[in-house]
Antibody
Framework: EVQLLESGGALVQPGGSLRLSCEASGFTFGNYAMGWVRQAPGKGLEWVSSISVSGGRIYYADSVKGRFTIFRDNSKNTLYLQMNSLSAGDTAVYYC???????????WGQGTLVTVSP | DIQMTQSPFSVSASVGDRVIITCRASQGISSWLAWYQQKPGKAPKVLIYAASSLESGVPSRFSGSGSGTDFTLTISSLQPEDFATYYCQQANSFPLTFGGGTKVEIK
């Protein structure tokens, strides 16, 4: 059974940093691209970032480019999202998701809440 | 960036009704489109990928069609467990983009 377990969400002050982790199990992590999608309270889905199997191809939404860094450790079956210079607009539930071979997200974690507030 | 526009914003329907949700891309995306279902407090779940391919385990009352810029998700006979919000997503190019969502509510 595919499982994606996010952690690291917290209350953080504006300008602060946070690192999210997503531990994967139930599939060969190193064979699949991965991504992060977020959802602000009461709002729709917003794609944040995606990373290829080896990490050689990385993509970001303009809203996070230069502030967020996605990376993965295939030896630990773990995906990460380093978030810097956080602002209120980054407040959201962050989902880790496994991509199929066409950048569609076929499995999702339960989400972790990031709240940016003074 | 490719903009994805869904309609309607919400729909009220009864059990057994046929429901159609549309998604329009601001430029052609071939068949690189997926549909997701999200229930309150839960993660999204993929229903359809490649515009018309049914994800494994998804009931056959869900179907997708379209290519280029215009796509539809059809629920042939609405069931109680189908009341949720539905999103389309283009997978043609980065940045990946989602539609604004369509909430299917009980009439």
């Amino acid at each position: 059974e595919v499982q994606l377990l996010e952690s690291g969400g917290a209350l953080v002050q504006p300008g602060g940093s946070l690192r999210l982790s997503c531990e994967a199990s139930g599939f060969t992590f190193g064979n699949y691209a991965m991504g992060w999608v977020r959802q602000a309270p009461g709002k729709g889905l917003e794609w944040v970032s995606s990373i290829s199997v080896s990490g050689g191809r990385i993509y970001y939404a303009d809203s996070v480019k230069g502030r967020f860094t996605i990376f993965r450790d295939n030896s630990k079956n773990t995906l990460y999202l380093q978030m810097n210079s956080l602002s209120a607009g980054d407040t959201a539930v962050y989902y880790c998701a496994k991509a199929n071979n066409s950048w569609v997200f076929d499995y999702w974690g339960q989400g972790t809440l990031v709240t940016v507030s003074p | 960036d490719i903009q994805m526009t869904q309609s309607p914003f919400s729909v009220s329907a009864s059990v057994g009704d046929r429901v159609i949700i549309t998604c329009r891309a601001s430029q052609g995306i071939s068949s690189w489109l997926a549909w997701y279902q999200q229930k309150p407090g839960k993660a999204p779940k993929v229903l359809i990928y490649a515009a018309s391919s049914l994800e494994s385990g998804v009931p056959s009352r869900f179907s997708g069609s379209g290519s280029g810029t215009d796509f539809t998700l059809t629920i042939s006979s609405l069931q109680p467990e189908d009341f949720a919000t539905y999103y389309c997503q283009q997978a043609n190019s980065f940045p990946l983009t989602f539609g604004g969502g369509t909430k299917v509510e009980i009439k």
